[in-house]
């Protein structure tokens, strides 16, 4: 039997491979994007005390209404934006699936995508999967920043939507205010939409996250992902949500209905009750501002130099001091001689681009980090 691959191009991913590495030879795993932490034991409590009381089947399709309308409350009170928990507000099974029933459903073959890369791995694959035409545009060398002209010179009758992501991964570059008015005048008139990944809005940390549903225009042309594994270090449960406003999220909803139908009913609930207080979501940036600072700090002195890290938990450094290997081979060289790994920056561009560039994850406890840092300060 012969099968044509739908996605020739495609192995196993980046994150997958480093993990497996690093378990492989015992070293301190900086590379996949998830904490070396627990979460909030109250948050484990809830998910215990809902699965004790028997809350073990499966949840309404577009999510439990209590966690939409938390989710709804939490979007206007930062955002200033009024969602229909009943029917503009959908949970998911992690912002992957969110970003793939948006792609689904809006992308037909021959339809365009504009995608700044490097971008997030799951991107192209699902823009190819339903026949659309990613269209990649280079985000600025150094800063990461969005080249506007560049952007508009990519739309075409053809462009369907274009997919950005702010706080980004895995550059740590944040989009501001200008950079929505930008996008805002290159769409107006167009049916272009906007998928826009905010898995890291509680990841901003140098000033407010500018979310797409605060801009006047653009909000309502968006489809709006986050993740809860993001905001409350729990990555391994996949509940993430889609916003969007009316025909979007009709037609987001037709595809998530049949894709995964519905998410994991106990932790629906335990995240309803845990989002009630906004202090859990408040108190994230902090967190991470003085991890961000931290590991900075414990990197001064080593060969690798650091670019700008604005959001996320990712932190990119520039190794041209240190080596001319290939940022891949040196990925792999590092986990097997220092015992650190670490992700290859290539990865996320479509055609491999190598800025000898590697991206740290440092969502660690503070003794993880020392210790990465102290053999990375051997090299
Ligand atoms: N988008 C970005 C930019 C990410 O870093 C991730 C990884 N968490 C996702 C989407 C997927 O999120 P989830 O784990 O909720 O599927
Ligand atoms: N978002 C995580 C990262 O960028 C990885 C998620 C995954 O393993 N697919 O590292």
């Known amino acids: 039997m012969r099968i044509e691959s739908k996605l020739p191009q495609v192995g196993t991913t980046i994150f997958t491979v480093m993990s497996g590495l690093a378990a492989q030879v015992g070293a301190i795993n900086l590379s996949q994007g998830f904490p070396d932490f627990d979460c909030a034991p109250e948050l484990t409590e809830l998910v215990a005390k809902y699965l004790r009381q028997g809350f073990n089947q499966y949840a309404p399709m577009p999510g439990l209404l209590a966690l939409r309308e938390r989710i709804a409350e939490k ?9 229909s928990p009943d029917t503009e507000i959908t949970v998911t099974s992690g912002a992957t699936e969110a970003l793939y029933a948006a792609v689904a459903a809006l992308v037909r073959p021959g339809d365009e995508v504009i995608v700044l890369e490097p971008c997030y791995d799951c ?16 985000l600025r060398p150094g800063t990461y920043a969005v080249d506007w002209p560049a952007v508009r010179a990519a739309c075409s009758l053809r462009t369907r939507a274009i997919m950005i992501n702010s706080p980004h991964n895995p550059t740590g570059s944040v989009l501001t205010w200008a950079d929505l008015a930008q996008l805002a005048d290159l769409v ?13 809005e509680h990841i901003c940390l140098d000033g407010e996250h500018q979310s797409v549903l605060r801009h006047p225009d653009l909000w309502q042309r968006s489809l709006v992902m986050s993740s809860f594994g993001k905001t409350f270090h729990v990555t391994g449960w996949k509940v993430g949500y889609c916003v969007a406003k009316g025909e979007l999220a009709r037609e987001f909803r037709k595809v998530h209905q049949f894709l995964t139908f519905s998410t994991v009913t106990p932790i629906q609930h335990a995240l309803a009750d845990f989002l009630a207080d906004e202090a859990n979501y408040l108190a994230v940036p902090d967190f991470f501002r003085q991890k ?14 650091l670019l700008p890290c604005h959001g996320t938990y990712f932190q990119v450094a520039s190794y041209t001091r240190l080596s001319s290997e290939g940022d891949y081979d040196l990925a792999l060289r590092l986990t097997r001689e220092i015992g650190v790994a670490t992700i290859p920056l290539s990865v996320f561009f479509a055609h491999r681009r190598d800025d000898h560039v590697l991206r740290f994850c440092f969502a660690k406890k503070d003794e993880t980090l020392e210790r990465a840092a102290e053999r990375l300060h051997r090299l």
């Open 75 to 83: 979007t206007e009170r930062l955002y200033g934006r009024v969602f």
């Open 123 to 138: 991107y192209l694959p699902a823009i190819e999967l339903n026949g659309g035409v990613p269209v990649c545009v280079p």
């Open 188 to 200: 107006r008139g167009t049916d272009i939409c906007i998928i826009s990944d905010e898995v890291y």
């Open 292 to 305: 961000r600072d931290k590991f900075r700090a414990l990197l001064a002195g080593t060969k690798f130099d």
